[in-house]
Structure formats: C-alpha cells, structure tokens
DNA sequence: CTGATAGCTTTAGGGCGTAAGGAGACGGGA
DNA sequence: TCCCGTCTCCTTACGCCCTAAAGCTATCAG
C-alpha cells in the first residue's frame, strides 16, 4: 500500500506543516481543544510504529486518545494530511550534522547507516508515496543534509541530484526488504523459516528440474547457502538482507568515487 | 499500498503458478467453467494496468468478467493470491536474452533500460510486496537473466547477490518515481506543473527565508533547473526522473566496475 | 442572558475482502 | 430415465475503511 499524500489546498497543508510552535492562541468562542495536531501525530506515529501502516486508520488513532474517529477532522483536513505531518515530524529524528574532516566517503557511510537504521525503526515511512515531495520543513532539512555531504565530492548538480535519488532509492529499497520481512511472518502468523522451507519443500516437489533450469540461480543460492553463518540469532532473510546492504553501500560508494575521480 | 501476497497452503499456491498450461482436463459433473485462472489473472492485469492497484478489486475484476466478484472465488483463493499469480505472469514479459559479446555492462546496461520500461508499463507491479519471492516460474526466470549476465563480471556470490539487491531497489525505486509522479496528477486532478506551482508560491509566502535556511537545497535546485530543459513536452518531474536514472545508473555501473577491479 | 461558534458525536453512504448459504446446471451411476 | 453429487455462480451479510452531514453541548463575546 502506497498511501497518497493529502491534496487539500496547498495553502492549509503548509501552513500545517510550517506552523510555528503557538501563534498567540486568542480566545474565541466555543469549547477548549481537547486534542491538538501534536499530539494527534505523535499518537499516530506511536500507532505506525507499533502495528504498521495498515493499522493506521482514523478510527484507531481516534481511540487511542480516547475519541471518535470523526474527532480527528477538526484538526486535521484528511487522514492523507495526517500522513504527510507524520512524515515529515518523524523525519526530524534523523541527525543533521556529519563532519566532513574526515572525508566524504566516511560522512556518506554513517550517513546512510543512520537512514537505514532510522527506516527500520519507523517502517511505514517506507510506504509513504514519494510521487511529490511533502514540502515540509524536516524534508527540506534531511535533503539539506545530505545535500552537504555530497558537495564536498565537487560533483556537478545534475550529477549529485542523481546520486541523491540513487541513494534515496537503494536505502528504502533495502529497508524495506528488511522490514517486510520482518513484518510479514507477524501478518501471516508463520515464521520466516518455516514459511521458506514450507515453499522449498513444496517447490521441488511441483517444480522438479529446478537446477537445470535455472542454473545460475542454483549457483548463488547454493554459494549464499554455503557461507551463510548461523551464530546470530537473526532470520535468514533479515540477515541475507543485512549482508546485501553492507555490499550495495560499498558498491555505491565505489560508483561514486569512481565518477568522482571521472 | 504495499500488497501483501497470499499465504492460502503452500501446495495450492505453488500448483497455481507453476501449472502446466492444461492437464488433460477430464469430464466432471456440473456446469462447464466459464472463466479461467488465466483469463482473470489477464483481466485483473489489464485493470490494474489501466487503473492501477488502488482500482483492482475482486468486484472491478468480476466485473469486467460479467460476474459477481465472488465468482472469482472458484477459480483463486484469494486476491492475495491472485496478486502473485499477476506479478509472475507480467514478469514473463521481461526479455531474457542479453549476449555478452559486448562485455556485461554494455548487456547490463541494457538490461537495466528494458526492466525500468517495463516498470513504467506496469506500475502496479512496484506495488507488490518484495517481503518473500512468490517463487513464480517467471520470477526465477528474470533472476536468472540478471544473473547470468553478473556471472560474466567474475564477482562472489555474496557480491553479486548485493549488486542484485542493489540494480532492483534503483529501478524499482527510480521507475517508481516516475509512475507515481504520473499517477498522482490523475489521482489528484491537478496537473504536475499546477501542483508544483501552487506549492512552491504557497511556500515562499509561508516559510519565508529557506534559501538562507537551506542553502545547499537551494544550490541544488537553482543548477538543477537552470540546465533543465523545456523541448520535449515531458513534465518537469518526468524529465527530471528520467535525468536522474540515467546518471544513477551510470554511478551504478561505476561502482560495479570498481568492485571488479577491486 | 443571548447568540454564535468550535469540539465532538452519531448517523449514513459508498468503498473494500470474503464467509456462508442457496440456486441451478451438468455428468454419471442406478 | 431419473436422481444425486458436484460444481459454478449468485445473493446476502459482516466488519472494516474514509469522510460528509447534521446535531448536541460547552463556552465565550457582546
């Protein structure tokens, strides 16, 4: 599910999302707020976080502060803007300041450790559409950041917007591998290794020839199989994934450098 | 939407996907099928195609079949599963040939460009949840194709099972991009140039200052746009999604060569 | 005190996936 | 031939979703 940004009037969403902490609060008629944006989007990144994206509904946000689902309209135009404040609030948790003494080669590393681990723990970010930038100011501040880092390479604009998109792309990527994998066992009830062996067995039995047929997939499974440690702890998945990440970044870091020195 | 695929019993699932196109099909009571697993799954592709995954419902398909959409029932367990059934058939459109005469980044390189059209051909198939392979015939087909053009590159398995990793997040990610950039204005019913217009005016009025705030943005954006051309009728955020796979492809290609050097 | 207003609720309408039960068509055995 | 088991497909129904609309009530300005 990619959830779709509220398009309400650009003006409203704005304001929403650049509102500066309490403009003066006049007293006007009709009863006290109960709620507020605020906390209507902390409890809404609570509720992402804990049971994911597809728990997130008007209804179940509403609960949590002990109102009704409806409740929520009065301070926010539709569940798409709340999504959009819950982006971009979270967003705020990234770190914003990667020194460039020693390089950018090592501020771009930790950099995209940070991000990576910073998807992993608000999964559902990764299913917030990114057809068009939300705008908001914790966007702007991340991409500033990393913007920063990549200038120091002395790389040209449109060089660096496509590394930008590069980056952007293999971190929620390879996020969301790890992420899905983690949450579907939890959807589904069955845990990873079992759901793969279940598939396995059943697969060599209703698809024989397997390895004649596809002879170079045979080869990389059996060569992961053969070096795949089993002293973690961690699913297969999840540390397959892990392993993938750690190698696409050096692949990446290389592509860049390698463009770098031209 | 990420679409979670079904998990109905391994067997079924897997009898599904891997049948052969017909088997004997004896004379049993009651009426004569009127539809078939391959028609829906050919419906259900031409839907989602068409109007994508947000419009594809078990009632959209049926109807589009002269049913009710409870009749598909009797031919799939479920839209979980018929899901899987539409990503392995789709991906049977993907080529499988690339020669290594001329060495494999030239094949990667093409490669790369056909399985990003075919994204943008289908976009609902950026929608299906990358959690667990579907194990579909067709799936292990695509990967076979890559990876017996990364074999020519000499690398590990575990290093070719990142680059893997990594060539799918960019063109998922890139060409995802892309699809919903072209999705949204039909979804919202406002045009990518109007939206964006309306935003960035809205913007400036109300968080004045950003230039200062995030100069790097700013730099990135002003470059980015003063080189931008206007000629060939592309929306300005097409254009530029196109631009920026092109280059992080190209840093891609880099990184891979690099690590072979390596 | 009065009237306007803002917060919140209930109701309702149009989606969705799918469980359950029933209608009718058809082939095969008696 | 007739009946019965089986299979396709339908209708109904449940519980979820987002949100428009209308109504209740507490609160404040005048």
Redesign the interface.
């Known amino acids: 599910?990619?959830?779709?940004a509220g398009?309400g009037d650009?003006?409203r969403s704005?304001?929403l999302l650049?509102r500066s902490a309490g403009p003066a609060e006049e007293s006007r008629p009709g009863p006290k707020p109960g709620l507020s944006v605020d906390l209507i989007v902390d409890t809404a990144i609570a509720l992402a976080d804990a049971e994911g994206m597809a728990a997130l509904s008007m209804r179940a946000v509403g609960e949590r502060l002990g109102r009704s689902g409806m409740a929520l309209y009065t301070y926010v135009p539709s569940k798409g803007e709340l999504v959009d404040l819950m982006y971009d609030r979270v967003l705020g948790e990234l770190p914003t300041g990667y020194g460039h003494e020693e390089g950018w080669r090592a501020a771009l590393t930790v950099w995209a450790r940070d991000t990576w681990e910073f998807y992993l723990r608000h999964p559902w970010v990764l299913?917030v559409?990114?057809?068009?930038p939300v705008?908001g100011?914790n966007e702007?501040?991340s991409?500033?950041t990393l913007?920063?880092i990549l200038?120091e390479t002395g790389l040209?604009?449109?060089?660096?917007?496509?590394?930008?998109?590069?980056l952007?792309?293999?971190l929620?990527?390879?996020a969301?591998?790890v992420s899905?994998?983690r949450?579907?066992p939890a959807?589904?009830g069955?845990s990873d290794e079992e759901?793969?062996l279940?598939?396995?067995?059943?697969?060599l039995e209703?698809?024989p020839g397997?390895t004649e047929?596809?002879?170079?997939?045979a080869?990389?499974e059996g060569?992961?199989a053969a070096?795949s440690s089993h002293d973690d702890g961690l699913p297969y998945?999840e540390r397959?994934?892990r392993?993938?990440?750690?190698?696409?970044l050096?692949?990446?870091?290389?592509?860049?450098?390698?463009?770098v020195a031209g």
Chains 1, 2 share one sequence.
Do not use: N
């Open positions: 599910m990619v959830v779709f398009q650009a003006r704005m304001a650049w299913q559409s990114q057809a068009r705008l100011p702007y501040l991409l500033e913007v920063r200038r040209d604009a449109p060089r660096i917007r496509g590394v930008v998109g590069t952007f792309h293999f929620r990527g390879s969301g591998t899905e994998v949450q579907a959807a589904t069955v759901w793969w279940a598939r396995s067995a059943t697969l209703i698809a397997l047929r596809f002879p170079a997939v080869w990389l060569a992961t070096t998945l397959e994934a392993k993938s990440f750690e190698t696409g050096a692949v990446l870091l290389d592509g860049i450098e390698a463009t």
